[in-house]
């Protein structure tokens, strides 16, 4: 009863979003045409919950089901389109991971994300490493970016809530695991491979909180690790055994920092780190909250 316009195009263009992101036809189950205007005319349209379209193309998704809206005076005009498509975030993937449901994680505390290592019988894609807690739990996840799934689902470990924390590869296939809490100034390092759960490796006792950290790695080795502390300091971590790696050390402050084992098998790895140097910031009464390369 109404006059065809754009309207009916922009109906077609869903269509085709919908077999771009699906790779089927709209109603593929039917062979009957007259079956699949049925359908549209009482308001159907095609499954998005089946499983077939890529939810992580959000921005199409969501132009696609404001293109096939029932009335058409809902559906954007085309100059609305083409000003939508050339946003640069319009094609940017968003992918949201589903909750674990036998231990989901509750509230976030830190995040880290890993850089892809090289190429190798032992490389990786990138890996988002994630403190939660639950009352008086802490737990760690792993998510694997490419697959958008989770490499570990939630593993509680004993302390405090954390704070911040970065990850370390380490020889022979293992990471290091280092954060700090909110309560009692301390790091935490743990030790992790593919097989075992985590081992409580030691403990740095610092004199103030620590509220972000940083590595700096050279040829995908970690070779210092930056500690911001409360009322503008700085803890500048790095292994003994790195030669040409020694931090200046003109204007240190003079305080001490000694690992607390937790295995005596990992004292000299514990030893290696030991001594960092404290520095001072020019602005002493503010801290660093973020810090970046």
């Known amino acids: 009863e109404q006059a065809f316009d754009e309207k009916v195009d922009v109906f077609s263009f869903?269509?085709?979003?919908?077999?771009?992101?699906s790779g089927l036809r709209p109603f593929h189950v039917l062979e009957s045409p007259q079956a699949k205007n049925t359908?549209?005319?009482k308001g159907e349209r095609p499954s998005l919950s089946d499983g077939n379209v890529e939810p992580s193309f959000s921005g199409m998704v969501d132009l696609m089901v404001d293109c096939w809206s029932q009335s058409p005076s809902e559906r954007p005009a085309a100059h609305e389109i083409v000003a939508l498509m050339r946003r640069p975030e319009f094609f940017c993937r968003r992918c949201s991971i589903r909750r674990l449901r036998d231990q989901p994680l509750h509230k976030m505390d830190a995040i880290h994300t890993?850089?892809?290592?090289?190429?190798?019988p032992q490389s990786k894609g990138c890996e988002v490493w994630m403190w939660a807690r639950q009352d008086n739990e802490r737990q760690l996840a792993i998510l694997e970016v490419n697959r958008g799934t989770f490499k570990r689902a939630?593993?509680?470990l004993p302390g405090g809530r954390a704070r911040a924390t970065v990850v370390l590869n380490h020889p022979g296939d293992s990471i290091r695991v280092w954060v700090?809490?909110?309560h009692g100034n301390e790091v935490h390092i743990y030790g992790l491979d593919h097989s075992a759960e985590p081992k409580h490796l030691w403990d740095?006792?610092?004199?103030?909180?620590?509220?972000?950290m940083l590595l700096e790695v050279k040829e995908d080795k970690v070779v210092r690790i930056f500690a911001a502390l409360v009322k503008g300091a700085l803890c500048v971590f790095s292994p003994k055994s790195s030669s040409g790696l020694k931090w200046y050390t003109g204007d240190?402050?003079?305080?001490?920092c000694q690992p607390i084992l937790h295995e005596p098998s990992y004292a000299t790895e514990a030893d290696d780190w030991s001594n960092p140097v404290f520095l001072r910031l020019d602005v002493p009464t503010k801290s660093v909250k973020c810090m970046t390369f």
């Open 39 to 41: 359908l549209v005319c």
């Open 114 to 120: 890993s850089s892809p290592s090289k190429t190798g």
């Open 154 to 156: 939630a593993m509680t």
């Open 180 to 182: 700090s809490t909110v």
């Open 14 to 21: 869903a269509m085709l979003l919908f077999e771009l992101l």
């Open 204 to 212: 740095f006792k610092m004199h103030h909180a620590v509220l972000s």
């Open 252 to 256: 240190a402050l003079p305080e001490d």
